[in-house]
């Protein structure tokens, strides 16, 4: 089955770097992008940025241009994204999902499924 | 800051039809497909409607979406105590270039 597994939980401190990965399995990892979505505590979700797994294309949200880089490595299927210069307005859990575009080479990006399990970052001084 | 206008609650009794609403703008809802997402309790969120009125297989057909201009519908109808959950509306919004997502709303079975 399709099947997004991401790291475990992370406390860093303000000013610090985080990445978190998340390995696809069951289907053609190439044939998707890939979305990161996070959720503060008691909060709504927030789009983070959108990268494709078949050529590395990125789309970052305006917010969080220049402190967030997301990759892939096709060999292993897996997506990272870091965020870097973190505040404790960060702390929240982090999810990937799988995500096609509407169209090949165009920006809107489709629907998200399924989603990891989520990671928790904690940021505290 | 979200996009996306969802009411914060609906609640309803077993058996009982509860609709979402999500109000956006031409650059948003206006313009592009509509989706739903479901949170429950301690959960990822699990894709319930994509474009506008499509259901993933294994999503009960219960659960219905609708779109007219820039505002959209989530129906669930035969309400179950299993669907007390979170229920969020998404689009991709143009004049942004992002994806962005309703304010979310807590649906209570009582």
């Known amino acids: 089955q399709v099947q997004l597994v991401q790291s475990g939980a992370e406390v860093k401190k303000p000013g610090a770097s985080v990445k978190v990965s998340c390995k696809a399995s069951?289907?053609?990892?190439?044939?998707?992008?890939i979305s990161w979505v996070r959720q503060a505590p008691g909060q709504g979700l927030e789009w983070m940025g959108w990268?494709?797994?078949?050529?590395?294309?990125?789309n970052y949200a305006q917010k969080l241009q220049g402190r967030v880089t997301m990759t892939t490595d096709t060999s292993t299927s897996t997506a990272y994204m870091e965020l870097r210069s973190l505040r404790s307005d960060d702390t929240a859990v982090y999810y990937c999902?799988?995500?096609?575009?509407?169209?090949?080479?165009?920006?809107?990006?489709?629907?998200?499924?399924?989603w990891g399990q989520g990671t928790l970052v904690t940021v505290s001084s | 800051q979200s996009v996306l206008t969802q009411p914060p609650s609906a609640s309803g009794t077993p058996g009982q039809r509860v609709t979402i609403s999500c109000s956006g703008s031409?650059?948003?809802?206006?313009?592009?497909?509509v989706y739903w997402y479901q949170q429950l309790p301690g959960t990822a969120p699990k894709l319930l409607i994509y474009?506008?009125?499509q259901r993933p297989s294994g999503v009960p057909d219960r659960f219905s979406g609708s779109k007219s201009g820039t505002s959209a519908s989530l129906a669930i109808s035969g309400l179950r105590s299993e669907d007390e959950a979170d229920y969020y509306c998404?689009?991709?919004?143009?004049?942004?270039?992002?994806?962005?997502f309703g304010t979310g709303t807590k649906v209570t079975v009582l």
């Open positions: 999902a799988r995500a096609p575009l509407y169209q090949p080479k165009e920006r809107r990006v489709d629907w998200f499924d399924p």
């Open positions: 069951g289907y053609t990892f190439t044939s998707y992008g």
């Open positions: 990268i494709s797994a078949y050529n590395g294309n990125t």
């Open positions: 031409s650059s948003n809802i206006g313009s592009n497909y």
């Open positions: 474009r506008n009125n």
């Open positions: 998404a689009a991709w919004d143009d004049s942004l270039s992002a994806h962005v």
